[in-house]
């Protein structure tokens, strides 16, 4: 039994989960969504950053698991479809990763899928600025990377998506770049300091990295997912809860024993 437009506009407008199952066949139709229970713990923990239960929020997990598609481009696109004034700036390594992730997110945005959930958003200009489009609302994504920076620009939400690439990472200099970017650059770049939110995404590839430079710090929320569970664990979320045994791995379809060991 099908839902009517507005019980269906009204699910995907209050759950993550469900705004992720509709949005991934437009921004990549290859294949199928493999709903996973880590997938489903993370939509839960966005969901509190949303929300305003989380501020801070580190998030690594291995390559090719997602977390560019769901945090940078899913969530931002149903975070604005919600509340079309906010203003969210995403943040990466390279020009090029934040061009793809911008096209990702306006292709999205622009959909037919999009337009029938959230009928209310609207694009100044046509959606012609792909890498800082704005709503007719006011709000809007900004794509930038540490190379051009956010200098003057203010946030509801800060989004550092791989901020630092492999090659760069074995580089005492790069990696102080980073860092000290981070401090200088964009952490001031938040509208509402206590009621803003950052979210820092991507592989822990070095313990200098910038998530290790923060958790050092103190005051963010740390989810690490490594790709093969080093120890068991139980993760809860909402009602539901996953457990992980010794040697599992987060997608065990993609990546099986052949594979990762």
């Known amino acids: ?3 009517d437009l507005q019980t269906y506009r009204a699910v995907m407008k209050n759950d993550l989960h469900a705004f992720l199952e509709g949005a991934f066949p437009v921004i990549d139709n290859r294949w199928a969504l493999e709903v996973a229970p880590y997938l489903q713990y993370l939509v839960t923990e966005l969901t509190d950053v949303e929300e305003g239960r989380t501020t801070r929020l580190i998030v690594n997990l291995p390559p090719r698991h997602l977390k560019s598609v769901l ?15 906010r203003r969210v700036a995403v943040i990466s390594h390279s020009q090029a990763l934040a061009q793809d992730l911008a096209s990702k997110t306006m292709q999205l945005v622009t959909s037919d899928f999009y337009q029938r959930v959230f009928p209310n ?56 770049n980073v860092n000290e970017n981070f401090d200088t650059m964009i952490a001031s770049r938040l509208d509402d300091q206590i009621k803003g939110a950052m ?3 991507g592989q822990r590839m070095h313990e200098d990295d910038l998530s290790g430079a923060l958790l050092e710090k103190g005051g963010w929320k740390h989810i690490c997912l490594p790709l093969v569970a080093e120890e068991e664990a139980t993760y809860s979320f909402g009602k539901s809860c996953w457990h992980r045994k010794v040697g599992e791995p987060l997608l065990a379809n993609q990546w099986p024993d052949d594979i990762v060991r």
């Not at 920076?149 to 074995?170: E, Q, W």
């Open 1 to 3: 039994m099908s839902l």
């Open 71 to 85: 945090i940078s481009v899913v969530l931002v696109a149903w975070i604005l479809g919600r509340d079309p004034k």
């Open 121 to 176: 958003l609207r694009l100044r200009d046509n959606g012609r600025k792909v890498m800082d489009f704005v709503t007719t609302d006011g709000g809007g994504r900004y794509a930038a990377s540490f190379e051009t920076g956010i200098t003057g620009r203010g946030f509801d939400l800060i989004i550092i998506d791989d901020p630092i690439s492999a090659h760069h990472v074995r580089s005492d200099k790069e990696r102080s």
């Open 199 to 201: 979210i820092v995404v």
